[in-house]
Nanobody, 114 residues
Framework: QVQLVESGGGLVQAGGSLRLSCAAS????????MGWYRQAPGKQRELVAT???????NYATSVKGRFTISRDSAKNTVNLQMTSLKPDDTAVYYC????????WGQGTQVTVSS
């Protein structure tokens, strides 16, 4: 069973950039899809971006054009490059893997100040 560990969260100013990384404990080559979710205080967890094993990406409307999800199978990592950050992007970001069992990372806090 793959395990996920996120890193890269932190405090940034509005308009800044941040890169999140999700390290898997084993190969993600056979994982059907990987993605990032986020959950802001008082809100439901929402899907931010996904990438399939074939490389197809999808983004939430709120982040499209600003965020980029990528996968590096050789390094067993999935990344989320975030640019033009807004205070509304503040949330805990979670990595997810779709396998026989859905696997979640522990989450990493992203705080965007105005």
């Amino acid at each position: 069973q793959v395990q996920l560990v996120e890193s890269g969260g932190g405090l940034v100013q509005a308009g800044g950039s941040l890169r999140l990384s999700c390290a898997a404990s084993r190969s993600i080559f056979s994982v059907a899809a990987m993605g990032w979710y986020r959950q802001a205080p008082g809100k439901q967890r929402e899907l931010v971006a996904t990438i399939t094993s074939g490389g197809t990406t999808n983004y939430a409307t709120s982040v499209k054009g600003r965020f980029t999800i990528s996968r590096d199978s050789a390094k067993n990592t999935v990344n989320l490059q975030m640019t033009s950050l807004k205070p509304d992007d503040t949330a805990v970001y979670y990595c997810k893997a779709w396998t026989t069992y859905d696997v979640w990372g522990q989450g990493t806090q992203v705080t965007v100040s105005s």
